[in-house]
C-alpha cells in the first residue's frame, strides 16, 4: 500500500504538484510590496541674507528616519565670506537632532568633511518629522536655536554666519521609491524547491 502511495505522491500526485509550483512562480513574479520608501525633498526659497541661495534635495528614508543621500548647493551673495560649495553624501555628513524635549525643535545638519578647511554648516529646522514621510506634503522650514531665527543658517562652525532672509523657505516632495523587503527571500527559496523538484520528477525513468 505505501508502494502505491508513493508511486502517486510521484506521479498521481505530479497535476497537484505541478499547480503548486505556478503558485508559487506567480506570486514571486509579482511585484513585491513594501512597508517602507524613501521620498526626495526639495529646498525651496532659502534665500540669504546676502542674496545667497540654498538649492537642492535630500532623500528622506521613512523606516530609519534618516537621509540616505542629498545634494545642497550654496551659491551667491558675499562669495568671498561664504564661497560656493555643494554638500554631497562624499564630502559631508548629515545628522538629525530631535531636542523638543528641550524646546528646541528639531535641527537638520549637513558638515563638511574637507581636510585643511574650515568646517562649513547648513543647517534649518523643522517642527516635527512625521510630516517627512507623506508624499504630497509642503513643509515650512521654522526658526530654532541651531539654525536661526528664520528657520535656516550656513556658517563655518558657526562664524562668520548668515541667516534666511526670511521665514519663507519650505520643502516640497518630488517623488517616491520604494525600498526592498528581505521578507520576500523566503518566496524566491520556495519557488527554487519547486523548479528543482519538476526538474527531478522528470528525470524519473
Known amino acids: 500500500m505505501r508502494g502505491s502511495q508513493s508511486l502517486f505522491f510521484l506521479y498521481g500526485g505530479g497535476v497537484m504538484w505541478r499547480s503548486i509550483c505556478r503558485f508559487f512562480v506567480i506570486l514571486a513574479l509579482l511585484p513585491s510590496v513594501s ?3 524613501t521620498i526626495r525633498w526639495s529646498l525651496n526659497d532659502f534665500v540669504f541674507s546676502d542674496g545667497g541661495r540654498a538649492d537642492g534635495f535630500f532623500v528622506w ?3 530609519t528616519a534618516d537621509a540616505p543621500s542629498w545634494e545642497i ?3 551667491g551673495g558675499n ?5 560656493e560649495f555643494v554638500f554631497t553624501k562624499s564630502n559631508s555628513v548629515f545628522v538629525v537632532r530631535d531636542l523638543r524635549s528641550l524646546d528646541l525643535g528639531i535641527t537638520f545638519l549637513w558638515d563638511d568633511l ?6 562649513r554648516n547648513f543647517r534649518f529646522g523643522l517642527e516635527e518629522l512625521t510630516g517627512l514621510n507623506s508624499l504630497d506634503a509642503i513643509i515650512g522650514v521654522v ?3 541651531f539654525a536661526g531665527a528664520t528657520g535656516a543658517i550656513d556658517c563655518f562652525n558657526c562664524s562668520p554666519a548668515r541667516l534666511l532672509s526670511n521665514g519663507g523657505a519650505f520643502l516640497s516632495a518630488q517623488g517616491t521609491t520604494q525600498v526592498p523587503v528581505p521578507a520576500a527571500l523566503p518566496l524566491f527559496a520556495t519557488t527554487l524547491v519547486c523548479i528543482v523538484f519538476a526538474g527531478w520528477r522528470r528525470r524519473l525513468p
Open 61 to 63: 528614508d521613512t523606516a
Open 35 to 37: 512597508n517602507a520608501e
Open 114 to 119: 574637507r581636510i585643511g578647511e574650515p568646517a
Open 143 to 145: 526658526g530654532n536655536t
Open 79 to 83: 562669495v568671498a565670506a561664504f564661497p
Open 73 to 75: 548647493s550654496l551659491t
